[in-house]
């Protein structure tokens, strides 16, 4: 993944919004730069209407972190920021500090392809204050867009079955960096290729494409076309048949198929790009049975998501491949998973931490103190309940499961269920420590993650509810938090 920070060809350290910066100059300034602290990086809501989020981006982290230091060109640019005074806005020696400031601290987080859940951190930075707050912007940049899309990639490619998906969305990306990204966690969540040759070549994913209507409308009849390109590639023949008519053009795809057999060479299928799939598809496919043609995909495209892809398996279509590009790489109807990094405790000045908590008047946004871990049971069917725990007072013998948003939804775990800690180390000391395994092994991890889980919650719409709750003495600690901090405010 270090390459693919090296498409940029310049540091990344300025990768930040600027109040990181500012708020690393006052903790240096104050002489607080040091203190020990904890923050989360999580998300609140569920994308796409859905019941769950598949976590991704930890590889382009540990990259990040990897490299994470300020070049003497940042540095260089910082010096030239000005205040409201005209003054210069960071100290000369502040400066100093960052050219020999390294990130010291230890991350824990989900591997990628975890299916994870609101209010639980897929992320745990702990370490001096000044480290954690640089991260917070360029962690939440890294995590946010690749887990959005993975999670639609999985919806997708559970729309499909069987079927597998190719990303097509290069040229609808939101740039190169989002192409690139979106590639890797369309293939993460799910997607048996992509188009997109570049994060082919960086990432190992396969890559597929045929050709476009240019290609037909560059002869004088798209029977001429169809030929030419069989002589030209007859290893790699998918023929695109809407350029004209339809059904026309699957009996011209038909006739260069036939001729291909006689050759030694395989039509591999044809692709559909517009008008009713699902009666082209399954007339396309009476015909290319008819004519000897039953191992000939039908490939699928325009504008797909998990609810049309759906849509066309009820009304019978014959589409054996699918090819969704915009709305995958988009993400399309939930333009942010919307994830945050809060604070959860600090140490004092005797080196025992003390729980902080943000208070709001919505419930959903007041914080989880503490220094967090998510611990996932199992039952017999799989996966059970989540319990979100403090590692700083973590349970002992039964736990109370207690649903942060309704506390009287309970749940309770014995001693003896199954479970393990979602957080693993990655990070120790500023030292990348995990080696992030092959996409391919993130991939089949996201599949076995789904296949742990009841089909409700996977739903699209109105899915289950997967329990979710606070260990009970965290629920207790932060209600009583909560309860002071309004008290002291009133």
Same mark, same amino acid.
């Given at each position: 993944?270090?390459?693919?920070? =090296?498409? %940029? ?88 500090? @960052? ?10 987080? &989900? ?18 204050? @000044?480290? #954690? ?20 990639? !999985? ?34 969540? =799910? #997607? ?13 994913? +396969?890559? /597929? $494409? ?6 037909? &409308? *560059? ?13 030209? &590639?007859?290893?790699? #023949? ?13 009996? %011209? !795809? ?5 001729? @291909? ?12 790009? *517009? =008008? ?15 004519? $000897?043609?039953?191992? !000939? ?14 849509? @066309? ?25 919307? $994830? ?22 919505? !419930?959903?946004?007041?914080?989880? +103190? ?5 611990? /996932?049971?199992?039952? +017999? ?5 989540? &319990? ?5 007072? +973590? ?47 993130? /991939? ?28 009970? =003495? ?17």
């Amino acid at each position: 993944m270090a390459e693919a920070l =090296g498409i %940029h060809g310049t540091s990344l350290a300025l990768l930040t919004d600027l109040y990181q910066l500012t708020m690393a100059f006052g903790y240096w300034r104050l002489g607080r730069a040091d203190r020990e602290a904890a923050f989360h990086l999580f998300f609140r809501r569920n994308p796409f209407g859905g019941g769950y989020a598949v976590a991704a981006g930890l590889g382009p982290l540990l990259a990040f972190v990897r490299e994470f230091r300020f070049r003497p060109d940042d540095l260089a640019y910082l010096a030239t920021l000005q205040g409201n005074d005209g003054r210069a806005l960071f100290d000369q020696a502040f400066l100093d500090y @960052l050219a020999a400031w390294r990130p010291r601290v230890d991350v824990d987080a &989900m591997p990628e392809g975890t299916v994870a859940f609101p209010q639980e951190p897929l992320v745990r930075v702990k370490g001096p204050i @000044l480290d #954690c707050q640089l991260l917070e912007t360029p962690l939440l940049n890294l995590v946010n867009f690749p887990t959005l899309v993975a999670t639609k990639a !999985a919806r997708v490619c559970r729309a499909a079955g069987d079927a597998p998906v190719l990303e097509f969305g290069l040229r609808r990306a939101q740039g190169i960096d989002g192409s690139l990204s979106a590639s890797r966690a369309a293939y993460l969540g =799910g #997607c048996a290729a992509t188009s997109n040759v570049l994060a082919g070549r960086m990432f190992g994913i +396969p890559v /597929r $494409g045929t050709h476009a209507h240019s290609w037909v &409308m *560059s002869f004088d009849d798209e029977l001429a076309a169809f030929e030419g390109y069989a002589e030209a &590639m007859p290893n790699n #023949c998918v023929f695109l048949v809407d350029t004209y008519d339809t059904l026309d053009g699957v009996r %011209h !795809a038909i006739a260069v198929g036939q001729r @291909l057999r006689e050759q030694g060479h395989k039509m591999v299928g044809i692709r559909l790009d *517009s =008008g009713d799939l699902a009666y082209l598809s399954a007339e396309a496919r009476r015909m290319l049975d008819a004519a $000897g043609l039953t191992d !000939a995909m039908i490939v699928a495209s325009n504008d797909l998501d998990e609810h049309l892809i759906a849509s @066309l398996k009820d009304q019978g279509s014959a589409i054996g491949v699918w090819g969704v590009g915009t709305k995958l790489v988009t993400a399309y109807d939930e333009p942010a998973l919307g $994830g945050v990094y809060k604070l959860g405790a600090m140490k004092s000045d005797d080196g025992a931490w003390q729980p902080r908590v943000k208070v709001s008047e919505q !419930a959903i946004k007041t914080t989880t +103190p503490g220094v967090l871990q998510v611990r /996932r049971y199992g039952g +017999p069917a799989g996966a059970a309940a989540d &319990m979100i725990y403090s590692e700083l007072a +973590p349970p002992v013998g039964e736990a109370v499961l207690v649903d942060p948003l309704d506390p009287t939804r309970r749940r309770t775990a014995k001693p003896d269920d199954p479970w393990e800690d979602l957080l693993v180390p990655v990070v120790r000391g500023g030292e990348v420590t995990y080696d992030s395994p092959p996409l391919a092994a993130i /991939r089949d991890h996201a599949r076995r993650q789904l296949a742990l889980f009841h089909p409700g919650v996977l739903r699209f719409d109105h899915p289950h509810q997967y329990p979710v709750g606070l260990e009970k =003495g965290l629920f207790d600690l932060k209600t009583d938090l909560v309860l002071r901090a309004r008290g002291a405010a009133e």
